[in-house]
């Protein structure tokens, strides 16, 4: 996809829970606009594919499997790349769009733990 190719090495299926050496945060091309392109593109696919098929149901179904999958992963990657990119993050994100409806960014949440633990260290 096109999130993947714009990516590069820092892309990876699986949430590091580490930061790699050559691991950027990306905020170029489609990265510009979503957060979580490679994301957006499965879900809406993942639903349109039952709406084409004219499963009803399945479209209902696919929606809410969809969207709880990736409400919790978001939120799971989120908090990852707040650890990783503490001063960078917070703002990539208000200026993005997520692109999925009614999923809200850990981001907040995650900057003010990162901080609070920097306090504690001091």
């Known amino acids: 996809s096109w999130g993947m190719v714009t990516a590069g090495e820092s892309f990876n299926h ?3 829970t580490r930061r790699k050496d050559n691991h950027v945060l990306v905020t170029r091309g489609i990265y510009n606009i979503f957060r ?3 994301y957006v593109g499965f ?3 993942s639903i349109a594919t039952q709406l084409v098929l004219g499963n009803t149901l399945h479209f209902f179904l696919a929606t809410v499997m ?3 999958f990736f409400n919790r992963r978001i939120a799971y ?3 990852s790349l707040c650890h990783h990119f503490p001063d ?3 703002s990539y994100v208000a200026r ?3 692109g999925i409806p009614f999923i809200k960014s850990v981001t907040a949440t995650a900057k003010l733990e990162t ?3 920097a306090d504690k260290r001091d």
């Open 14 to 16: 699986i949430i590091q």
């Open 36 to 38: 979580h392109p490679s």
């Open 43 to 45: 879900f809406y696919w």
């Open 66 to 68: 969809s969207w709880g």
């Open 77 to 79: 990657e989120e908090e």
């Open 88 to 90: 960078d993050y917070p």
């Open 96 to 98: 993005t769009y997520m």
């Open 115 to 117: 901080d609070k633990r």
